[in-house]
Structures are given as structure tokens and as C-alpha cells.
């Protein structure tokens, strides 16, 4: 039986505030790995957020689900060029971003592309912010600070059946 989750310690070294070398321990979440049923491959992702440390952070996340981060962009208007050039199964997009908000480059995105699976991740979770999102396109919502459990479910969710729970030793499920 495959445990979709898992926890594991990660040893790791940084340098302090003071500049120190110091070794860290974490407890991570070890999550079964999501790949496209149509062909086994990793889930491809791009991330949207006009903060580099989010996008960092969901990436992180992602890679821990087993995706692939297809692409990269900080705003909504290079979201949209990013979808095109990188053909991603699933867009993580901030609402509040420069230049285009989230919400009207997902509705931009899905109407040239009808299939495109875009989850909203922000700290802004207004209902009027969540309810526009869904009805111009987004599939989903997951709130600031991401929790990388509910992310996991959530994109489960979104894939449905495009998507496989890799077992233990990497194979479908």
C-alpha cells in the first residue's frame, strides 16, 4: 500500500544571521510523486507570483510532489507568454501582481485555451477575489502561506483523471 505522504528529516547547512556556518534539521513532507496519466512523465508547472521567494517556495513544493517547474514568470502579462511558449499542465498564479492582476491573466489564458488548468494561490482570499477567479477560469484556490498538504489534494483534484499517484518504486498507480 503506497502512503501518499510521508515525513523525513533533511539535514542542511546555511550561514547564519551573524554569518556563522550552522547545520539545520528540518522535518519535510515526502509525498508520493503525481505524473501525467497520459504518458507517466512529471507534472508540469508554472508558477506566477511577483514575489521570487513565493515562486522559490511553491517550486520547492512542487519538486516535492515530483512536478517539474515548466516555467517562470512575475507578472500577469508574462504569465501569458509563458503559458504559450511553455505548454504547462497546471499554472500556480498570485492574484495580486504589477502590471496584470491574476485573475484577468487567468481569464486571458483560459480563453485561448479552454484547457488550461490554473489554481489562484494568495494571501488574498477575499470571497470576491476567490468567486471572480473561479468565474473567469481558475479551476481552484489555495491560500497564503501554502500548506504543502492541501496543495498536494488540490492538484490531485484539479488533474483528476489526467493525472496518476506513483507508487514506491516510481511505477503507475
Given at each position: 500500500m503506497v502512503r501518499p505522504q510521508e515525513r523525513r528529516r533533511v539535514r542542511f547547512h546555511r550561514r547564519n544571521h551573524a554569518g556563522m556556518s550552522e547545520f539545520r534539521e528540518v522535518i519535510m513532507e515526502q509525498f508520493a510523486?503525481?505524473?501525467?496519466a497520459k504518458d507517466g512523465q512529471p507534472v508540469r508547472y508554472l508558477v506566477v507570483d511577483d514575489s521570487v521567494f513565493a515562486r522559490k517556495n511553491l517550486a520547492r513544493i512542487i519538486e516535492s510532489f515530483g512536478?517539474?517547474?515548466?516555467?517562470?514568470?512575475g507578472d500577469g502579462a508574462t504569465a501569458i507568454t509563458e503559458y504559450e511558449r511553455s505548454q504547462p499542465d497546471i499554472v500556480l498564479m498570485d492574484i495580486t501582481m504589477p502590471q496584470?492582476?491574476?485573475?484577468?491573466?487567468?481569464e486571458k489564458i483560459v480563453r485561448q485555451h479552454p484547457e488550461a488548468r490554473i489554481v489562484m494561490v494568495s494571501s488574498?482570499?477575499?470571497q470576491e477575489n476567490i468567486v471572480a477567479a473561479l468565474q473567469r477560469g481558475a479551476r481552484h484556490f489555495v491560500q497564503k502561506p501554502v500548506k504543502p498538504e492541501v496543495l498536494y489534494e488540490v492538484i490531485k483534484y484539479v488533474l483528476g483523471e489526467d493525472a496518476v499517484v506513483a507508487n514506491a518504486t516510481g511505477a503507475g498507480a
Open positions: 510523486p503525481v505524473k501525467r512536478g517539474q517547474l515548466a516555467g517562470e514568470a496584470m492582476e491574476g485573475i484577468e491573466a487567468a488574498v482570499g477575499y
